[in-house]
């Protein structure tokens, strides 16, 4: 999956203050890096102390568990990253309580279901993931809180060190001219694309089907059959039909606006009507509220594409395609997109793609293997400043759409220069300085913080900078 990190190793058990001062026992259980212990067992080892912080090898088992979850293969030298985080962890935690940084309760509680989502649907549901755990959901939410909060607090504190960090022009060249020129990175061909998509759109009379099984299963619900269970049999949004609707706890900014504004004007075991936004049509149930955070679970029916809604796309896309050729000089690209196109994301980025791996820095130069198959098979047979006739395409949902594409422009693969390359290098300059920069406030921290860490894990070459003082192999002594 991803790297294990900061941000990846999130179930962990924090023990109390007073156990602390517990010295590292010779004769307690020696931690096993050969094999994953069952989760769930709690033990009284002490892995490592970081200042007045403790950390047990039951920490260590229960995030190796998640890493199991998460559909890992069983790998225990990764229990060494998972200590070297949680020493982490700890180290910016206890900074952060010196620089009064904190984090909201609803905060944590939203993190702490939206985590526990992502276990049950990994793990096949609740029930297995119960049985893999040796303990019940709600029992497992109490354990992991305390250290969510604790990891949400050492993000914050993670940001703080770095959110003055910039970089200037002149720190980008410099960072390019220190490369050696055999070492440039190559980069592929790219192409900035736009798109006008025509989605297929029923009538009023085409949808009544599906609105009258929403309003079958609310009226259901109503004369007492069970939420949850009607949801996990016929609700359409895969990832909460599992969870009998679920959604957790969630703010006004997480929905859909027809969906927040149900949500938020309903009090605790209120239900809505059947409304309908851009996925279908929905009922929903408040659960709980937590002030501006509300805990809701829905039923949604989705209405299916049919032939005729995809043939009145297909004649609009045709008439559009029409009308810019005939006014190629007074209707550009970018005005037609944003008058005509049905996609939120790009129309009002005058219709330009942007790059799904670099959406924070709003990139629009996208390498052709990143493309969809048939975007990119498309676009090769296109000169710069064309546009393409309307065809049909298939999105990651499975939904088809008709689309007219434009070639704004198409580089080729070359090695990196700062004439082509310069928001890229930026990119890689901000975050080889964000680097030094955390480094070096770690590298500091260290030599001030009582750090103990057991000596089977002393084995662990990436802890070997965190022992007090550094171990120094029989290599490097002499």
């Known amino acids: 999956m991803r790297k294990l990190g900061l941000l990846v190793l999130g179930f962990i058990s924090i023990i109390s203050v007073a156990k602390a001062q517990v010295t590292l026992d010779a004769t307690a259980a020696k931690p096993d890096t050969n094999t994953a212990r069952t989760p769930g067992k709690t033990l009284d080892k002490i892995a490592a102390i970081v200042g007045n912080s403790p950390i047990l090898l039951s920490d260590i088992e229960l995030s190796y568990a998640r890493y199991l979850v998460e559909g890992m293969q069983p790998n225990p030298s990764v229990k060494c990253q998972i200590l070297q985080s949680l020493l982490t962890q700890k180290l910016l935690a206890q900074q952060a309580i010196i620089d009064s940084i904190d984090v909201k309760d609803d905060d944590i509680d939203a993190s702490v279901d939206r985590r526990m989502r992502e276990m049950m649907q990994r793990a096949g549901g609740q029930d297995k993931l119960e049985a893999f755990l040796g303990r019940s959901i709600i029992q497992y939410k109490d354990e992991i809180r305390p250290d969510m909060k604790e990891q949400m607090i050492a993000q914050k504190m993670q940001q703080k060190i770095t959110e003055k960090l910039n970089v200037t022009p002149q720190d980008v060249k410099d960072y390019f001219n220190k490369m050696p020129k055999d070492s440039l990175p190559s980069f592929n061909k790219e192409v900035e694309v736009g798109e006008i998509v025509f989605q297929p759109k029923l009538s009023k009379e085409e949808k009544q089907l599906y609105k009258e099984k929403a309003e079958e299963l609310l009226a259901r619900v109503k004369k007492g059959e069970d939420f949850g269970t009607l949801a996990r049999l016929y609700s359409q949004d895969p990832q909460s039909a599992v969870e009998g609707g679920d959604l957790g706890f969630a703010d006004r900014t997480t929905f859909v606006k027809?969906?927040?504004?149900?949500?938020?004007?309903?009090?605790?075991?209120e239900i809505s009507p059947v409304f309908e936004t851009d996925f279908g049509f929905h009922f929903l149930q408040v659960i709980e509220r937590r002030g501006e955070q509300v805990h809701v679970r829905h039923i949604l029916i989705a209405p299916a594409t049919t032939q005729a809604s995809l043939d009145r796309a297909k004649a609009k896309a045709d008439s559009i395609y029409t009308l810019m050729m005939a006014h190629k000089k007074d209707l550009d690209f970018s005005a037609a997109a944003n008058f005509y196109s049905d996609d939120k994301e790009t129309k009002f980025n005058g219709g330009m793609m942007l790059n799904a791996e670099n959406v924070q820095t709003r990139t629009t130069f996208i390498p052709t293997d990143k493309l969809d198959p048939k975007v990119a098979l498309v676009v090769d047979t296109m000169k710069v400043g064309s546009i393409s006739k309307p065809d049909v395409f298939t999105g990651a949902d499975g939904k088809k759409s008709y689309k007219i594409l434009f070639l704004k422009s198409a580089t080729d693969a070359h090695k990196a220069n700062l004439a082509q390359d310069f928001p890229k290098l930026k990119d890689f300059a901000y975050q080889d300085k964000n680097t030094r920069v955390v480094n070096q406030w770690f590298?500091?921290?260290?030599?001030?913080?009582?750090?103990?860490?057991?000596?089977?894990y002393q084995t662990c070459d990436i802890l070997k900078k965190w022992l007090t003082p550094p171990v120094t192999t029989t290599a490097q002594a002499k």
């Open 443 to 456: 590298d500091k921290r260290r030599k001030q913080t009582f750090i103990k860490i057991d000596p089977e």
């Open 258 to 269: 027809e969906f927040t504004a149900n949500a938020f004007k309903l009090k605790a075991g």
